[in-house]
């Protein structure tokens, strides 16, 4: 089947610019699927491995990762639970009402929010009298949103989804994409139909991770089969420009160790100035070296320090005879577990709040997820905050440990013993 090329017929291609991927950003090995926990009875069963190789693209510097496994295995029966965090819960409220304020919504308008998940945001909007709608392509956690009293699509969102709703007049005033875009397959389509569904003079608003963040502060373990995608602001620009959408404002979060929130309208609408902000970021991301290779090239050499560190902190821990549990069963812990080879060796159990994940153990590497009260009950010496971008909430709900002497590990961006 040669056409004649030297190039490796497997070599992946850009899913923004189709531009071959020829950079490594960080090869973390194979690491299961980070959402396939797995029950009692089947611990005894093969569990498979995907390579969990990120690449950074020459054309437009998007951070990526190849899709090995669809979109629709990984998200139709998710475990997720966005409404198990208290301070996730309260971002949203507070970001519904100043979009309410500052957007001016009201009785007559309409908001969509594209992976809506269990209607943790768009609730706030239904208590305010904003007409919502979700789209979640999980029916379990979408069933959670219609509880809430949020009507929710369990559709995939797309072109295809956002010309029907555009045929039925449903176009969105606000629309919103938190922590999704990250996770779209083919990204061309997903910003294509959030172009279609966004009325004229609507705003949309989208909170994903910001890949300065990343590089930064070591968080590599927020890399995922779930997330294809990692963005500068520079890339996201150049993203949604290529679909007529103009960023006109960039907010920096504290959220999931550091997201941006960046504000867009259609290019044609000329009412809505371009922010400082938006240049601002730019030209520190530059100064960053977000558009010079040698930039991403220099991240390997940071994880693989974090790990030693880490591990280095455990062994020590562990040769000392302390007990060590860890706190929370999330994606970013699976991927810091499996790519440090962290098991019961290390860790004698882990729990969580979300009863969905209780009883069942983590891919790969197979520690048991219990009840948030077994720590009290099992008094373990140290506990591994994995959801490290929760650490002050959780060391605040969990500051009983200390009652035995008990202390905190925050793995990220250094492993260290929480003061
Ligand atoms: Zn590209």
Redesign the pocket.
């Known amino acids: 089947m040669s056409n004649g090329s030297t190039e490796t017929p497997t070599r992946p291609r ?1 899913r ?2 189709s ?1 071959p991927l020829r950079d490594t950003f960080v090869d973390l090995g194979m690491s299961p699927l980070c959402e396939s926990y797995v029950r009692p009875d089947r611990l005894a069963a093969m569990e498979r491995f995907f390579p969990l190789h990120a690449y950074v ?1 020459r ?2 510097w ?1 951070v990526q990762l190849e899709e090995f496994v669809g979109a629709d295995e990984i998200f139709s029966e998710y475990a997720y639970f966005s409404s198990y965090a208290d301070s996730w819960v309260a971002h949203a409220r507070s970001y519904c009402e100043a979009a309410i304020g500052r957007f001016g919504l009201g009785p007559d308008s309409q908001v969509v929010e594209v992976a809506s998940n269990d209607g943790y945001l768009l609730q706030w909007f239904v208590k305010a009298g904003v007409p919502a709608l979700g789209i979640e392509p999980a029916a379990n956690v979408a069933a959670a949103a219609e509880k809430r009293g949020v009507p929710t699509l369990v559709r995939f969102f797309g072109r295809a989804l956002a010309e029907e709703l555009a045929a039925s007049r449903r176009r969105a005033d606000l629309l919103v994409g938190n922590n999704v875009l990250a996770q779209v397959p083919d990204l061309n389509d997903f910003v294509a139909g959030l172009k279609i569904l966004l009325a004229p003079g609507g705003v949309l608003t989208l909170e994903f991770p910001h890949l300065v963040r990343l590089m930064q502060e070591n968080q590599f373990d927020t890399i995922y089969h779930e997330h294809f995608s990692y963005f500068s602001l520079w890339t996201a620009q150049a993203v949604f420009a290529r679909h007529g959408l103009t960023v006109f404002d960039v907010e920096e979060l504290p959220t999931h160790g550091g997201s941006l929130r960046v504000y867009l309208r259609h290019a044609e609408d000329g009412r809505r100035l371009v922010a400082g902000s938006v240049a601002g970021l730019l030209a520190r991301e530059r100064e960053f070296g977000i558009t010079r290779p040698e930039r991403y090239h220099q991240f390997t050499a940071q994880v693989e320090e974090t790990k030693r560190g880490l591990l280095d902190l455990l062994i020590r821990l562990k040769r000392e005879g302390k007990r060590v549990a860890g706190y929370g069963a999330p994606g970013k812990g699976n991927t810091l577990l499996n790519y440090c080879g962290i098991r019961t060796d290390f860790l004698d159990f882990t729990v969580d709040r979300n009863v969905h994940k209780q009883g069942l153990f983590l891919p790969g590497t197979h520690i048991p997820i219990l009840a948030p009260d077994e720590i009290a009950r099992r008094r373990p010496d140290y506990v591994l905050i994995l959801p490290w971008n929760f650490r002050d909430e959780i060391m605040a709900q969990m500051a009983g440990i200390r009652s035995w002497g008990g202390r905190f590990i925050v793995p990220i961006p250094k492993a260290a013993v929480a003061a």
């Open positions: 850009c923004f610019c531009e693209c054309g437009c998007l």
